[in-house]
């Protein structure tokens, strides 16, 4: 409404100022600016008015509207209180009447059950009461047949007693008997020797011998006898023990050597190296010999570079520092940078993949052959024998082989399978560091075994497998015979010329130490001994003891591989000339 009249004015004003003068409008428009600030003014003040207005109003109507909700929640509030006291009466009734009535129920069973659990009661005393009375006659009835049992026990006894009584007095009767007999013997004894003493002297005085003369002469023909007698028999054992012992033996060994064939080997001591040209020599020794000097100090073996066209040769006695030289410069001459650092650097690279190798190898062994519970260290040796070689024969291929052959014949006569092959595969691993501890490698191998806590017939086996310890079980005759059989095989060792003539010395030595040798002859590359006896001197039977002898102490004073033929040869020739 407000805005309506103001509205009005500022028309009015217009059309009152239409054609007066410049100052008058000037006047008349201050006056409409005044009444339009004045009109806005009251238009804000209005608009304040009014919305102060509604708030009260809004107020005064909220604060009534909660006066009367607050009334109606108080109404109802004393109603529901009303409601809930008479409901709480209503059940509180009801639950005491049905408490009553449960009590009364309740009582009711408790008497049901009390009659009831007397009545079990009454039939559980009598039930008690017959298996006692059952149990009572039983008990009864034993005690009567034990009683009756042990009258007639008494009736045995009074039995053997008469009968003892009995047998003591035919006892006593017949030692009556025996010391008169004893007597009449002893007499009898007495004049038997006496007439063997009048016998006697009768022989001594009708032969012309005393008497120690005809017991030196009987013992000298009992003697001959004796050894006819021990050489039959040991001809009779021997085959005899020879056509069971080869049945059997070649059954057992061909069964075992089937299920394993090992290669032949034929490495050395020493590397040979090929290289691509003579100038490649020059490279390796380097400005005044500093590269093959750094190799040498590096890897430890020795760099031998002589007139062997393009070639160079590794030596050094540690199989696995050889083995480190050889890669190396292989390695060298593939990449044909050779300088101290360059070296160096292969060298480091060389040992971390030589080490993996060897671990690699003892892990891979020890899976193969099922062998559990092996130390770290013992796993690690192991795998250092996959360069260590004997006679040409690869230690670690022989270790694998006497494993494996061990385990069958011990499968065969029932020993221990799993610990056999445990003894083959350890047997030696003294000669993963012989050549850093001094002494034997069977004793060092043992000594090792026995710092590892290993089992003490393994510890024996290996220790006593060159007869450098006293034999303990089988496990230690079982690992000499198939040590025996891997490293003699065919193909398996490369014997020098120089073992190889001593040998032969040695069996001929041995041959013609006995009296009666014409000749001794070591053949078929010492693996026969061939003794030729002169027949006057030696007999038949003396010659089957002699080659007996020849065998033992060919086994107990020669170390070899396989086995020997020991041939003793009596002949007896006959010659006559018709004319």
């Not at 103001?6 to 005044?34: E, H, I, K, M």
Request: net charge negative.
């Amino acid at each position: 409404m407000l805005s309506k009249y103001l509205f009005d004015a500022l028309c009015l004003a217009d059309s009152v100022t239409t054609g007066l003068s410049a100052t008058t409008q000037q006047s008349v428009n201050r006056l409409q600016q005044w009444l339009i600030m004045g009109g806005v003014f009251a238009l804000l003040f209005l608009v304040i008015f009014q919305t102060v207005s509604e708030s009260r109003r809004h107020r005064r109507q909220t604060e009534e509207e909660q006066k009367k909700a607050e009334n109606e929640a108080d109404r109802i509030r004393s109603n529901a209180t009303q409601q809930a006291q008479t409901e709480a009466d209503r059940i509180l009734a009801n639950a005491r009447e049905k408490a009553e009535l449960a009590k009364t129920h309740a009582a009711q069973e408790i008497e049901v059950m009390m009659k009831d659990a007397q009545v079990r009661a009454k039939e559980a005393v009598l039930a008690a009461k017959d298996a006692f009375e059952a149990s009572l006659a039983e008990r009864r009835q034993e005690l009567a047949r034990s009683e009756a049992r042990l009258a007639q026990k008494e009736d045995n006894v009074d039995n053997k007693l008469t009968q003892l009584q009995e047998r003591l007095s035919d006892l006593d009767r017949r030692e009556a008997e025996s010391r008169q007999k004893t007597e009449q013997l002893a007499r009898r004894e007495q004049e038997l020797q006496q007439l063997a003493n009048r016998q006697m002297e009768e022989l001594q005085r009708i032969a012309g011998l005393t008497l120690d003369e005809a017991k030196k002469q009987l013992l000298t023909q009992l003697e001959g006898t004796l050894q006819t007698e021990r050489a039959q028999l040991i001809r009779r054992y021997q085959e005899d023990n020879r056509q069971t012992l080869a049945t059997e033996g070649q059954k057992i060994m061909v069964e075992a050597m089937q299920r394993y064939a090992g290669d032949c080997t034929y490495e050395r001591t020493t590397s040979l190296v090929p290289l691509p040209n003579d100038e490649m020599k020059g490279r390796i020794i380097g400005r005044e010999g500093r590269n093959i000097r750094t190799i040498e100090s590096a890897t430890g073996a020795s760099v031998l570079i002589d007139d062997t066209p393009q070639a160079v040769v590794i030596s050094c006695f540690d199989p696995v520092r050889r083995e480190i030289a050889r890669q190396t410069m292989e390695k060298l001459v593939q990449d044909g940078r050779i300088h101290p650092a360059r070296v160096e650097e292969i060298v480091n690279k060389t040992k971390k993949e030589i080490e993996a190798s060897i671990q690699k190898a003892g892990n891979e062994t020890v899976e193969h052959l099922g062998i559990t519970n092996l130390k770290p260290n013992l796993v690690g040796l192991l795998g250092r024998l996959k360069y260590r070689f004997s006679f040409g024969q690869n230690v670690l291929d022989h270790s694998i082989e006497v494993a494996t052959i061990m385990g069958s014949i011990a499968a065969n006569i029932g020993l221990d399978e799993q610990l056999a092959r445990r003894t083959g595969l350890l047997h030696d691993i003294g000669k993963a560091v012989d050549h850093e501890i001094e002494g034997s490698h069977a004793l060092i191998g043992a000594d090792l075994l026995r710092r590892a806590g290993e089992n003490a017939t393994v510890v024996n086996a290996v220790a006593a497998h060159h007869e450098e310890a006293e034999k303990t079980s089988l496990y230690a005759e079982l690992v000499q015979i198939c040590d025996t059989i891997s490293a003699g095989r065919p193909g398996a060792r490369a014997e020098t010329t120089e073992l190889y003539l001593k040998r032969l010395e040695d069996l001929e030595k041995i041959g013609n130490s006995y009296a009666g040798v014409e000749s001794c002859f070591a053949i078929q590359a010492g693996r026969e001994l061939r003794v030729l006896v002169r027949p006057e001197k030696i007999s038949e039977t003396q010659a089957t003891i002699m080659a007996h002898d020849l065998a033992e102490r060919i086994e107990r004073e020669m170390r070899y591989p396989g086995q020997i033929r020991v041939s003793v040869i009596r002949e007896t020739r006959s010659v006559e000339y018709a004319k």
